[in-house]
């Protein structure tokens, strides 16, 4: 069944119904009938086409205002007229609706697409999937639950997510009226599974007497259909507590936490409660903090030891400011009787000519009603600091290190403490300074104290030239201090580049660099002495033509017996290590003044060359047969290719006007014709990229009449004009013109004719 592809239909333009039914008919230019499927609809609706309906009009079948399908005879003309088939509704793909099983069927939906009349699977999604899932929050966070599909016979693998249906819940709680004062709330979401069960919370037994009773029951659905065992739940009781805060404890104190947010269990409401200070603020002793009971207490019972309560408290230390550079850090825990005093520490005297100065105070309630004296302590002397940085180091230069945290020792500072950059990224002997630090008792008679140096940080920013991305070359460079702000810049040997300056690869550390630094020439890193692969395929010259070749470059590679052409050319990029190499056919005889001598420059590295050959039936010289250039990352790359190999696999392409060879191809009957009939149907297709269209006819008469006297020259003729005709019949199908390389078909092809 012969069916127009749809970019072909695509690109027809509308004009007039006639116009253009006249141009879907030429799509199908000599085939005796062919169908075109309506580009709006997917191909899948080929399978309304019933070949049972016979006419020499155009059969078209259509569906309300569409037609999707056309049948077209060869000799149909405009005149011939329509048979029209009208396609019902029951013709067309019928929608199939699935209802998870996992899902009780009592449980209903808001806007359930099965029973909305307007729910229909558009054309365009006819292979599709449509899948409704369950609204999340009835559903485990890694779940997603599926409740309904909806599909047609026709469906394929994809699947569409229609979104989340939210179920309709009669959702109804009830509480246990004969638990008196207690009750329970419960704030819960049954899970798909459980919404046609009847969830029941039991309250905690010690209530009950260990007795099992429920406290709430919760239903979704108005008939449920099992029950669920929820666990227990504790009453919500609010019993009213009579709290006592210890008259001893200043009111002001906080505590970490509060224990009057703390409430009594009912089971507990007898005894008293009691809330005891962390003992690192008492005297060996146990102090209390807080007492709550209820109107329950009974002091026979007893009370409850409630553990300890840390103070929150708001410390506050005050320094002296009239002591100037002299300060000192105090680590002290007060006791509960100390909370409401001033605590003073004392300076050294020495430090005061034995004259009694505080230096700190500490207090945690805002209005002490005291002064307790904490004894004398030595000061901890921070002289302040003053830095300066080098104002000629660029700001493109980090450091490892910033050295702006260190500290001076007291004992140093009368010094100027200076930090040098790195020798080696300054180079020679010279030494410059990048940091330098004093305090107020610096001293310039003392002199200085070198801190070393510090390793600086580049954002050095290294590239290759875009222009010829494949070229590389070994460059192990640090920038100097001095180069800094410049950007450096390397060059292509001019051997490579036809004595032009082309620039290789740049190093910057800068953004906007101050000027160039010219690095000189560096030699890329490429072959300099090209591979030679012969490639052959049980020609029967081939052994004398690889002897040929072996006579030019000693070191050629071989592939032979490889089938295929793209795959015996890929196993020749496999064998060679140079970038780009030389491939010899195996039927090719190499001229006497033939070496394998050029090497193309760094810009033509990514482009295949091809070689002019001489043919020795007509005497044409050209591409065909010639020896070529191939890029060897571009053929190892290449996935595919068209039916002409050599112009396909680059987008880069040069043709030399230096003969080669002789393409020896006329050694016996099937390799001469089979030779001509893949030349000059590629010829006549066109296939072959960028080729003059008068060279070619030129060409394709040249081979169709000129060699008879020559050895197979007949079968030379023939083949050609096969070729020829094979060509102009199939230039547009594409996988028909690929099978010119398959070595079996054209034998078959050959003893065929």
């Known amino acids: 069944m012969n069916i127009i592809p749809k970019e072909l239909v695509e690109q027809i333009e509308f004009t007039t119904p006639r116009e253009y039914d006249k141009q879907l008919f030429a799509l199908g230019a000599g085939l005796d009938e062919f169908y075109v499927i309506n580009p709006i609809w997917p191909d899948v609706y080929k399978r309304l086409i019933d070949k049972s309906i016979r006419s020499r009009s155009c059969v078209m079948w259509v569906h309300e205002t569409d037609w999707i399908i056309k049948r077209f005879h060869k000799n149909w003309s405009y005149t011939d007229g329509y048979k029209i088939v009208e396609l019902s509704e029951e013709d067309m793909p019928q929608m199939v609706w699935t209802r998870n099983p996992a899902i009780d069927n009592t449980i209903f939906f808001k806007d359930d697409p099965q029973t909305l009349l307007d729910t229909k699977i558009p054309r365009w999604d006819i292979e599709c ?58 704030n819960f979401t049954p899970h798909y599974s459980d919404l046609a069960y009847e969830h029941i919370w039991y309250i905690d037994p010690k209530f009950t007497a260990g007795k099992k009773t429920w406290i709430v029951k919760m239903t979704a659905v108005f008939e449920p259909t099992g029950v669920k065992d929820m666990g227990f739940v504790l009453p919500e009781v609010e019993p009213v507590q009579h709290w006592e805060l210890n008259p001893d404890i200043p009111a002001s104190i906080k505590f970490e936490t ?11 409401t007898k005894f008293k409660h009691v809330w005891y200070l962390d003992p690192k603020h008492c005297d060996d002793k146990q102090i209390w903090v807080y007492t709550c009971q209820t109107d329950s207490y009974d002091p026979d019972i007893g009370i409850k030891d409630m553990g300890y309560v840390i103070p929150d408290l708001d410390i506050t230390i005050t320094h002296n400011t009239e002591l100037i550079g002299l300060e000192a850090l105090v680590d002290y825990t007060p006791l509960y009787s100390d909370f409401a005093y001033e605590h003073v520490w004392y300076i050294d005297p020495k430090f005061t000519g034995d004259e009694k100065t505080w230096i700190v105070k ?26 300066e940085v080098n104002p000629d180091i660029p700001e493109c230069i980090q450091f490892e290190t910033d050295p702006r945290d260190y500290i001076i020792p007291n004992w140093d500072s009368k010094f ?23 305090t107020n008792n610096y001293d310039p ?23 010829i991305p494949d070229l590389k070359a070994n460059i192990d460079y640090d920038i100097k201090y001095s180069e800094v702000e410049y950007k450096h810049v390397w060059y292509v040997d001019p051997k490579f580049t036809n004595g032009r300056k082309i620039w290789l690869a740049s190093m910057s550390a800068i953004k906007k660099p101050k000027g160039t630094l010219d690095m000189g020439y560096l030699v890329p890193d490429v072959a300099e002495n090209l591979d030679v692969v012969f490639i052959s395929y049980n020609e029967p010259n081939a052994e004398d033509n690889w002897q040929r070749v072996l006579e030019k470059a000693p070191d050629a590679k071989r592939v032979d017996g490889v089938k295929g052409i793209f795959e015996a050319h890929k196993a020749a990029a496999e064998l060679a290590n140079s970038d780009i190499f030389y491939v010899v056919d195996g039927d090719a005889y190499l001229e006497d003044n033939w070496e394998f001598d050029f090497n193309p420059n760094i810009f033509d590295r990514d482009c295949v060359h091809v070689y002019r050959s001489r043919n020795p039936i007509n005497n044409l010289t050209y591409g065909y047969g010639g020896v070529k250039l191939f890029p060897r990352k571009v053929l190892l790359e290449t996935t595919d290719w068209n039916v002409d190999m050599t112009t396909s696999i680059a987008s880069k ?31 006549a297709a066109g296939t072959i990229a960028n080729q003059n269209v008068v060279e070619t006819e ?5 081979w169709m009449t000129e060699g ?3 050895s197979f020259g007949e079968y030379s003729l023939a083949g050609a004009r096969a070729g020829y005709e094979y060509g102009m019949k199939n230039k547009l199908n594409i996988e028909l013109m690929k099978l010119i390389n398959d070595r079996e078909w054209l034998e078959a092809q050959f003893k065929n004719g």
């Not at 016979?153 to 989340?164: A, P, S």
């Not at 003392?446 to 875009?466: A, R, S």
Request: hydrophobic share 35%; charged share 25%; net charge negative.
């Open 698 to 702: 030129r060409r394709l008469k040249v």
């Open 362 to 387: 500490m207090s945690v309630v805002p209005n002490p009603t005291g002064i307790k004296d904490m004894g004398v302590i030595s000061p901890e002397a921070t002289p302040e600091q003053h830095w």
């Open 445 to 467: 008679n003392i002199g200085i104290k070198d801190m070393g140096h510090i390793d600086q940080v580049l954002d050095v920013e290294f590239k290759y030239n875009p222009e």
């Open 258 to 268: 509060e224990p009057k947010n703390y409430i009594i269990p009912n089971w507990d």
């Open 129 to 186: 999937q449509y899948v409704w899932y369950l609204d999340p929050a009835y559903c485990n966070p890694d779940e997603k639950i599926w409740v309904c599909t909806c599909e047609t016979e026709w469906v394929g693998k994809d699947k569409k997510d229609m979104g989340y249906l939210v179920p309709e819940l009669d959702v109804n709680i009830l509480h246990n009226t004969d638990l008196i004062d207690l009750t329970a709330e419960v």
């Open 416 to 438: 100027k403490h200076i930090w040098y950059l790195n020798p080696d990224f300054v180079g020679g002997t010279k030494k410059i300074w990048l940091y330098t630090c004093t």
């Open 708 to 710: 008879a006297d020559q």
């Open 653 to 683: 392409l040069k043709v030399l006007t230096k003969i080669s060879n002789t393409t020896a191809f006329n050694t016996d009957p099937l390799s001469t014709w089979r030779s001509a009939f893949r030349e000059c149907a590629k010829l």
